[in-house]
């Protein structure tokens, strides 16, 4: 029920875009013919934005960053996984990020309700639960 509900979305959304785009609603847009500036540092202070552009063309990932893209592959992998065994190896490899996440925090990183990420885990564990 729910992958109809999100392939129903999915196309109703792209029968607005479509529809937008027929009507012109895309054009003119402010920076239009220019590359998107895909590099948002606002969040980074200003004295440190040099430093992480540095470290980010060195290809240096934080930590925190690496590990919820591991996470987020691990939940990926579990989606798809049918052998039982390679499930449990995963979800033992998923408790061991989650404590290692949790050791360099001061508060846990445990996933509460009101966490957006929280919602997107409920969701892929329940896809999971309906695997054979």
Known sequence: MAENFLHFMASQAERRIA??????????????????DMEDDSHVPP???MAFKVLKNAGYVPPEIADR???STILDLLEHCEDGAEKVRQMQKLDVILMRMNSR????????????????????ISLLKKLP
Not at 19 to 36: S, V
Not at 105 to 124: G, K, Q, W
């Open 19 to 36: 529809q937008a785009q027929k009507e012109g609603a895309f054009e003119h847009l402010p920076g239009e013919g220019r590359p998107l």
């Open 47 to 49: 004295e440190l934005r």
């Open 69 to 71: 893209k591991e996470v």
């Open 105 to 124: 925090r001061e508060r846990s990183v445990a996933l509460t309700e009101h966490d957006p990420y929280y919602e997107n885990v409920v969701r892929r």
